[in-house]
């Protein structure tokens, strides 16, 4: 099967009215992806060498998020909505370029694994015309029934149209299929809309193929597979089955998750073995962990990485650009943004580092922070190896403190700091006796007489 060419088509058309959005139902996320570059993904592992996607509502808006996530995909607008076939139809140019296998998908179902792609496939390649993706709901009801005879598939019945007998069925239509590319355009092309609505259904195909004697097989995914996206709640519940697997699956590899269900993943996120993951711990898009880090609890990470035996948080944030090195520690209420932090440097409690760099076995006080935004432009600090900064203080950029260096606790360096030089930035202390107790006095007879003029 890998030497067969395959086209995915992904019908994305769908205005979403119930997701009660200005945007298209599809770009709507799971684990921060669109719902449908997750179909797109899932076609790729199963071997899709050429997308289409059919865009409807919002098409200008699908095409500018399509490049993002499927660069390469063609897409194709479904001027009316007149039935799935005729929205598979709307790809045609596609399809006339002669793939073996023609993977017809729905951009609102981001559970459909590769393995169930796949298997659809592999009937192909046994000589199957058409292979339609079945499955097994809780209940079947208003699902449209999998008609089989001697192991053929002969029909998908809608529930409104079935028998007594066939609405026991409990094998159900979930809505994808494989077509052999040299049976497609005249399948489709062979539908009619001869029904009450009026539409090209896509799945009368089945009936069609089998007409004329072909091989029509049904495969079996399982139901979160199949689950459909139409509403925010079923949004929330994909989510949900999406970061299980995810968690399963890091546990499997080697991750201690402490409190698996309140760790969020995104798509992409990467981690190493032996990392250890504490309660209520987030992580954004492009997030890299090797192994052996330990992520304190109520950590926010996005865009960082993060080198073996590092220690975060808790309450830690870190931004895109955030680099920690190996054994570095970024600790309580501390954010880092666009840095770098080196190996076995220590960035403690309470502090802001932006735009920076903070040398090997640097130690970072209490409170400080990197002032690195004019309100126009951003400028750079530069904290070299081994060098102490005391809390409080704040390194106005652009600013250097050199290898060893050393600053004075509650200091506003404007200057570079060479190496091994002790620096004080702060104005030096005076202390006049008597004068606490007489503002004290000075502020409530102000604010006594403040009270008076209201009354």
Not at 268 to 278: L, R
Not at 341 to 368: M, Q, S
Not at 413 to 428: H, Y
Request: charge should be neutral; aromatic fraction near 6%; hydrophobic fraction near 45%.
């Amino acid at each position: 099967m890998s030497q067969r060419s395959c086209l995915s088509i992904i019908l994305a058309a769908g205005e979403g009215t119930r997701m009660k959005s200005a945007m298209p139902k599809v770009l709507h996320a799971i684990a921060g992806l669109p719902m449908v570059a997750h179909v797109v993904k899932a076609a790729e592992a199963a071997g899709a060498t050429g997308v289409a996607l059919v865009i409807g509502h919002g098409a200008e808006e699908m095409r500018k998020a399509a490049q993002k996530f499927a660069p390469t995909a063609q897409t194709f607008v479904q001027e009316k909505r007149l039935g799935t076939a005729h929205a598979v139809l709307a790809a045609r140019e596609a399809i006339s370029k002669g793939y073996d296998d023609i993977l017809v998908m729905f951009g609102d179902t981001p559970l459909i694994d590769a393995q169930a792609l796949a298997a659809a496939r592999q009937k192909l390649a046994a000589g199957a015309a058409v292979a339609v993706i079945g499955f097994r709901p809780p209940s079947p009801s208003g699902y449209g029934r999998l008609i089989e005879k001697d192991g053929r598939l002969v029909a998908i019945r809608e529930e409104k149209d079935c028998s007594d007998e066939e609405k026991k069925i409990g094998f159900c239509n979930a809505g994808m299929m494989a077509v052999a590319g040299r049976h497609a355009l005249r399948l489709l092309d062979k539908v009619g809309n001869e029904n009450a609505k009026g539409e090209f259904y896509l799945t009368d195909i089945v009936e069609i193929a089998d007409a004329e004697g072909l091989d029509v097989v049904a495969t079996e995914a399982s139901f979160e597979n199949a689950l459909g996206i139409n509403n925010r709640a079923e949004l929330a519940e994909a989510e949900g089955i999406w970061q299980a697997r995810r968690r399963r699956e890091a546990m499997l590899s080697g991750v201690t998750l402490i409190a698996p269900e309140t760790v969020y993943f995104s798509h992409d996120t990467e981690i190493g073995a032996d990392t250890i993951v504490e309660p209520n711990v987030w992580f954004g898009p492009g997030v890299r962990i090797a192994s052996g880090a330990r992520i304190h609890a109520f950590s926010h990470i996005e865009g960082a990485t993060i080198a073996s035996n590092c220690d975060v948080g808790p309450f830690a944030r870190l931004r895109p650009g955030a680099d920690l090195r190996n054994k570095a520690k970024v600790g309580n209420f501390c954010e880092v943004k666009q840095a770098t932090i080196e190996e076995g440097a220590k960035v403690n409690h309470l502090t802001y580092i932006g735009d920076a760099r903070v040398g090997a076995a640097a130690n970072i006080g209490a409170g400080t922070i990197t002032c690195n935004y004019d309100g126009y432009s951003k400028f750079f600090t530069d904290i070299g190896e081994g060098a102490f900064v005391g809390s409080n203080s704040s390194l106005v950029a652009p600013v250097s403190i050199g290898r060893g260096g050393y600053i004075a606790s509650g200091s506003v360096i404007t200057e570079s700091v060479p190496d091994d030089a002790l620096a004080f930035g702060r104005a030096r202390q005076k202390t006049i006796p008597g004068k606490g107790k007489e503002l004290r006095e000075r502020f409530a007879s102000a604010a006594a007489a403040r009270k008076k003029a209201a009354e």
